[in-house]
Structures are given as structure tokens and as C-alpha cells.
């Protein structure tokens, strides 16, 4: 059975993607190039695609700088050493992001005949994204039945959020468990020219507390 | 105060702009380039959105032509001589297509501090699909109010779908009672090389039926 992946190319996408494989889905992988300052991702999640042998991988550009309001789709400076335990909304939330990637996961999903869907978010070491909620994912299942062909016809469109109630350290524990390179992926929100991590933004100490937590090293710092 | 409204050059979306204008609202008008088709009909949306007075005309290419599962969006053949009264969904019918469209309207009205959208969908003369039914815009606005920023801290977007319980026809008699000129609209799926609509399709058979039913010719056929 086919379920349609959201894969970044980061950490958090990797291992949901792998963790639809260890369920017993055929991968189709869709990497929505929005713009995103960080394109490295975006080669990133074309190696994770070949890594997890997926049966298609889809980069389907959509300009999201064209719309802005976003420290990751304008010129905003990335915000830098802030409390990533804070629960106000930051400024490289991107308006709608998770609702218009869902979109076009739905509809390659009704064409290619799968009816689940696999996004990495996360609700508890995430940085306060409104769209990362369980009770948007249940929202947006609703929607993907009344708002499709299939749905009418009876299908129920299933979001999965294996992550959503991990920590960071627990989806990078999962995630080893699985024997995934975390080297292969890329979290930071402003890579260095060299395209090393920041290490400052909130997708990298994220990432570090996460490490740090589950009590290994981050490959991609190693060497 | 600022709307969204999502502008494709034809016929209803061109009466759903107006009724906005009238309303009072000042228009943001947003053309997705999908791949459709038509591509004449993003030039009639560009005509239109000056005849508005729009305040922003955002043209955003999303090539839905690389998900696919859609006459307007691959190489199957557009139908013809259909029984547009049939409650079946077409081929024309493009996967998960308004959700798509409303998703990257919320993202933009978001940035641009809307809080209206409007949609010129109809449940009535129209070719059956999923996406136009009142319950499938309710629960977009659910899940707007959920999945973004400005819905956590307690705005609610409206969906605006002025059209939605009228006939064709009524579409058109209120049209023209605000003076539009619906020579500038395109509605044709399959236009001919030079243009012209094919007289034949789902769209071309639901407008002809209006503009028969509100008893005045279409301009578009005239000269």
C-alpha cells in the first residue's frame, strides 16, 4: 500500500518517512521547494529518497517567497539563541505551511490511489507551529474527506504524526533504533555559506538538545 | 478592510471579485498557474484584475500537471457533450484542487492581515465536484482557525462564497446588474488554437445554459 511522505529533508521527516516503511508502505515522497532559504534540504531529501529506496520522489516547486511573512521565505533575519522552550510563535513560522503541503499531498494521494499521508510534526520539542497540532491534523483529515472525489465516494484519508508526541530525543532514539544516518539530513534554518549548520537558529538547538538528551552525537557535527 | 479573492479569469470567480468590490472589501486577487489547460485564462485574469481596480494581483505557479489525475491537468481528453445536469464527478474534476487554492489564499491573507476569502464556487449549475459544497468550506474555515498564527491568537477567516446557492443564470443576472463585462472572461476547458471556447465541454454547455436561462447573449460569442 502507497502513502504519500512530506519529506524535508530534515531529521524529523526522515524518520517519519522511514518509520511508513517499517509499517509496510510503498513510499511516495513530496518535497515541496517553497523557497526556503535552506535549499540544502532540499538535496538532502533527495538522498533520504534514494536511502529509503522510495518508489517516486515529487519536488514540486511552489514559491512561497511570492507570499512572504516569513523569516524563512523573505529577507527577515533567522532569529538566533532564542528560548526554544518559549511558547510564543516565531518568525520562521511560515503562514499556512503545513495546510498547503497537506493540500498537495492530498491530491498526489487521490491520484496515486493512497489514502495515508506522513508528515514528521511534532508537539512537544517543536517551535510552537499552530500547524503541528493534533487537533489541525484531525481538522485537516475532516477537510481531505468532504474536499475529495475518493472522500465522497467513501475513502477516508488517514494523517499519520508518528513524532507528534515524541521529544526530539525520542525521535532521534526511534530513529537510531532504525538505523538511520542522521548525518544525511539538514535542520538548520540558515546554513553557513559552507553549508554547515548555524548552530544557533531553533531547528539547531533543537536538534542539539535532542542529541544532546538521548545521549549521542550528532553525525553531521562529527568530521 | 482586505480580501483574498482567488481570480481564474473566468466567469464566477470574476462575479465573486465584484461582490467583494461591492461589498467594500479591497481586493488582493491571487491566480494560481496550475497548469491548466487553459492558459488563456490566466490572461483573463490579468484583464479582469485590472477592471477591478485590484490593490494586488499575485500570479503564483503551482504545475499541478506534475501530480496529475485530471483532464484539465495531463493529456486526457477534456469531455464533450456531457449531461452537465449528471451528479457524476468528471474527469475534469482536478484532485484536491480548492483546498489547494484556499490553503495558499489563507497563507497570503495571513501575511496581508485578512481575514476574508472569496471563492466564486457554486453547488447549484455546476459539475458536481466535492471541493464546492458548503460543508467542504466549512470545514476549511475550521481548519484555518486552527492552523494558523493569526487563528491561535483568536481571528477567525471567513470563506466568502457568494455564489455558492445560485444558479448559472443567477450568477450572470447579478453580473450584469453590477455592470460587468463577461467578454473579458474565458470559461472554455479545451479552447481552439485561436482561442475561441469549444462550445463543448462541461463549462462551455454550463455557461451557455446561463446565459439561455437569464435570457441575454454571451458577449463572448457575439462579433
Avoid at 500500500?1 to 508502505?25: N, P, Q, W
Avoid at 533567522?78 to 518559549?86: A, K, L, N
Avoid at 525521535?171 to 559552507?194: A, E, F, K, Q, W
Amino acid at each position: 500500500m502507497r502513502a504519500i511522505v512530506l519529506l524535508s529533508g530534515g531529521l524529523d521527516s526522515y524518520t517519519a518517512a522511514a518509520i511508513a516503511k517499517v509499517e509496510g508502505f510503498t513510499l511516495c515522497a513530496l518535497t515541496v521547494q517553497y523557497g526556503q532559504r535552506h535549499v540544502r534540504e532540499v538535496e538532502a531529501a533527495r538522498t533520504i529518497a534514494r536511502v529509503l529506496d522510495v518508489e517516486r520522489h515529487l519536488e514540486l516547486p511552489v514559491d512561497l517567497r511570492a507570499i512572504g511573512g516569513s523569516a524563512l521565505t523573505s529577507d527577515t533575519a533567522v532569529p538566533r539563541d532564542r528560548d526554544v522552550g518559549s511558547t510564543e510563535i516565531p518568525q520562521t513560522y511560515v503562514p499556512a505551511r503545513n495546510t498547503i503541503f497537506l493540500a498537495l499531498a492530498l491530491g498526489w494521494a487521490e491520484v496515486l490511489v493512497a489514502r495515508d499521508i506522513f508528515i514528521g510534526v511534532n508537539a512537544l520539542d517543536y517551535s510552537g507551529y499552530p500547524d503541528c497540532r493534533p487537533e489541525f491534523i484531525r481538522a485537516f483529515e475532516s477537510l481531505a474527506a468532504l474536499g475529495t472525489r475518493a472522500g465522497v465516494e467513501g475513502a477516508r484519508f488517514r494523517v499519520h504524526t508518528p513524532l507528534i508526541a515524541l521529544s526530539k530525543a525520542g525521535i532521534i532514539s526511534r530513529g537510531l533504533d532504525l538505523g538511520l544516518d542522521y548525518g544525511l539530513t539538514l535542520s538548520c534554518y540558515d546554513p553557513r555559506p559552507n553549508g554547515r549548520p548555524c548552530g544557533r537558529c531553533d531547528s539547531c538547538l533543537l536538534r542539539a538538545k535532542g542529541f544532546r538528551e538521548a545521549g549521542v552525537a550528532d553525525p553531521l557535527l562529527l568530521g
